[in-house]
């Protein structure tokens, strides 16, 4: 089942004629949430009437974290992730992905535009069932979305790595589109060396010896050969360490090189967390966490079924076995599927309703927001100021807790490596 959607594959063309956009056209009607170093803000772009959630990174919070820090070249390297993030958003093609609508650079403030979901995210939806979990045919749904959007960036070359509920939106029509790609990576053609050195050197221990011995540092960065081999031609892999700690893949935290193998592994917890309603390797902390995603099995309750036997085979732990996108599209679960047209699909599970924000004052009666003073007064404050200053902001404003909360459980240095945006 080689099913390919082949107009999608071409890369845009908008990076080319990116529009500048200008404050001053915009109306800023709600901060919907906050990431490690910016805002994201609702704004309607005046005079078209399109509602963009527009995401903003203060230039102080990048100057202040090269001062904390003893890598000269970090404010060069946060610039870059940011130009890189803009660079991947401008390239997608592709309804389940966002469109680039423009970028922003002031003096405090950089910032760039992407379609507004009103439907929140997948994490939010699951909270308002009933039992917290997923019916059968609605995981079918949303995760028969998820091949195709990581496929094709995989085609791209770009390895997502930070598939999470909280990353999955929900579009007007009810699909489902990705958004945050700071953590990104564009792996590189073929190579002959795909594992660096470093990573070399660290295989000759056991992972859970350098696991427990030190802890993991954020610094360590046939059947089956058919769905193996569908993958784009890549063997090169990324030794960064980044990822949300539930979601991310064994190979990650060995630190032994990773690659498109890391999305299908956190596919594979999503889906167990549709289905149950929790993630399979949660412990009281990181390590622990780590420790369960290292030697753990998933524990799948219930009768077997195609659903359970995805799951198990998305969370195998050695990415040479796991299971890949042909083997993915073609097994029992989406058994019916026809992936050509399930794009066209008009009544998904769950339409949202798209609120009536054109009146005078914003949203919960905000009359007018200063995107620079607000970031700035939110980045220039202490770690206990940063949740009040935004949780003042949006009194009443039901979208504060689809970052602010998952933010502000890690320590303030962990948080940037883990939860952006």
Same mark, same amino acid.
């Given at each position: 089942?080689?099913?390919?959607?082949?107009?999608?594959?071409?890369?845009?063309?908008?990076?080319?004629?990116?529009?500048?956009?200008?404050?001053?056209?915009?109306?800023?009607?709600?901060?919907?949430?906050?990431?490690?170093?910016?805002?994201?803000?609702?704004?309607?772009?005046?005079?078209?009437?399109?509602?963009?959630?527009?995401?903003?990174?203060?230039?102080?919070?990048?100057?202040?974290?090269?001062?904390?820090?003893?890598?000269?070249?970090?404010?060069?390297?946060?610039?870059?992730?940011?130009?890189?993030?803009?660079?991947?958003?401008?390239?997608?093609?592709?309804?389940?992905?966002?469109?680039?609508?423009?970028?922003?650079?002031?003096?405090?403030?950089?910032?760039?535009?992407?379609?507004?979901?009103?439907?929140?995210?997948?994490?939010?939806?699951?909270?308002?069932?009933?039992?917290?979990?997923?019916?059968?045919?609605?995981?079918?749904?949303?995760?028969?979305?998820?091949?195709?959007?990581?496929?094709?960036?995989?085609?791209?070359?770009?390895?997502?790595?930070?598939?999470?509920?909280?990353?999955?939106?929900?579009?007007?029509?009810?699909?489902?589109?990705?958004?945050?790609?700071?953590?990104?990576?564009?792996?590189?053609?073929?190579?002959?060396?795909?594992?660096?050195?470093?990573?070399?050197?660290?295989?000759?221990?056991?992972?859970?010896?350098?696991?427990?011995?030190?802890?993991?540092?954020?610094?360590?960065?046939?059947?089956?050969?058919?769905?193996?081999?569908?993958?784009?031609?890549?063997?090169?892999?990324?030794?960064?360490?980044?990822?949300?700690?539930?979601?991310?893949?064994?190979?990650?935290?060995?630190?032994?090189?990773?690659?498109?193998?890391?999305?299908?592994?956190?596919?594979?917890?999503?889906?167990?967390?549709?289905?149950?309603?929790?993630?399979?390797?949660?412990?009281?902390?990181?390590?622990?966490?780590?420790?369960?995603?290292?030697?753990?099995?998933?524990?799948?309750?219930?009768?077997?079924?195609?659903?359970?036997?995805?799951? #198990?085979?998305?969370? *195998? !732990?050695?990415?040479?076995?796991? %299971?890949? &996108?042909?083997? +993915?599209? @073609?097994?029992?679960?989406?058994?019916?599927?026809?992936?050509?047209?399930?794009?066209?699909?008009?009544?998904?599970?769950?339409?949202?309703?798209?609120?009536?924000?054109?009146?005078?004052? #914003?949203?919960?009666? *905000? !009359?007018?927001?200063?995107?620079? %003073?607000? &970031?700035?007064? +939110?980045? @220039?404050?202490?770690?206990?100021?940063?949740?009040?200053?935004?949780?003042?902001?949006?009194?009443?404003?039901?979208?504060?807790?689809?970052?602010?909360?998952?933010?502000?459980?890690?320590?303030?240095?962990?948080?940037?490596?883990?939860?952006?945006?």
């Amino acid at each position: 089942m080689n099913i390919v959607h082949h107009e999608y594959l071409e890369e845009s063309e908008e990076e080319e004629r990116l529009p500048i956009l200008n404050m001053e056209s915009m109306k800023v009607i709600s901060p919907l949430g906050r990431g490690a170093k910016g805002v994201v803000f609702l704004v309607k772009e005046e005079p078209l009437g399109e509602f963009y959630a527009l995401k903003v990174v203060s230039r102080d919070f990048v100057k202040k974290k090269k001062r904390g820090s003893n890598d000269k070249d970090i404010e060069g390297e946060e610039y870059r992730r940011i130009y890189f993030e803009q660079q991947v958003l401008s390239r997608f093609n592709h309804p389940l992905l966002p469109k680039l609508r423009g970028v922003l650079a002031t003096d405090k403030i950089l910032a760039y535009a992407i379609d507004y979901c009103p439907g929140r995210d997948l994490h939010f939806l699951r909270k308002q069932q009933s039992e917290k979990m997923f019916a059968i045919d609605t995981i079918r749904f949303y995760a028969a979305e998820l091949v195709l959007a990581l496929d094709y960036l995989h085609r791209l070359g770009i390895a997502y790595r930070d598939l999470k509920p909280d990353n999955i939106m929900v579009q007007e029509n009810g699909h489902i589109m990705l958004v945050d790609f700071d953590l990104s990576t564009k792996l590189p053609p073929k190579s002959a060396s795909p594992v660096s050195v470093v990573a070399d050197r660290r295989k000759r221990r056991s992972p859970l010896h350098r696991f427990f011995k030190r802890g993991v540092s954020l610094d360590d960065s046939g059947e089956e050969l058919d769905h193996r081999l569908s993958e784009p031609d890549s063997t090169s892999k990324s030794n960064s360490f980044v990822g949300t700690e539930e979601y991310v893949a064994p190979e990650v935290i060995q630190g032994d090189g990773h690659d498109f193998g890391v999305d299908w592994w956190s596919l594979g917890v999503v889906l167990y967390e549709m289905l149950y309603g929790v993630t399979p390797f949660k412990g009281e902390n990181r390590k622990e966490s780590f420790y369960r995603i290292l030697t753990k099995k998933p524990d799948l309750v219930g009768e077997a079924t195609p659903l359970r036997d995805l799951i #198990g085979k998305l969370l *195998i !732990k050695d990415p040479k076995e796991r %299971i890949r &996108v042909e083997g +993915i599209k @073609g097994h029992d679960f989406f058994k019916g599927i026809d992936w050509d047209l399930l794009l066209q699909i008009s009544r998904p599970p769950y339409i949202p309703f798209m609120d009536n924000w054109s009146g005078g004052e #914003g949203r919960n009666g *905000i !009359k007018e927001i200063d995107v620079e %003073i607000f &970031v700035q007064e +939110i980045f @220039g404050a202490g770690d206990d100021d940063k949740k009040k200053n935004l949780e003042d902001s949006h009194h009443g404003n039901e979208n504060k807790k689809v970052w602010v909360n998952g933010l502000n459980t890690n320590h303030p240095c962990e948080a940037e490596n883990f939860l952006v945006f």
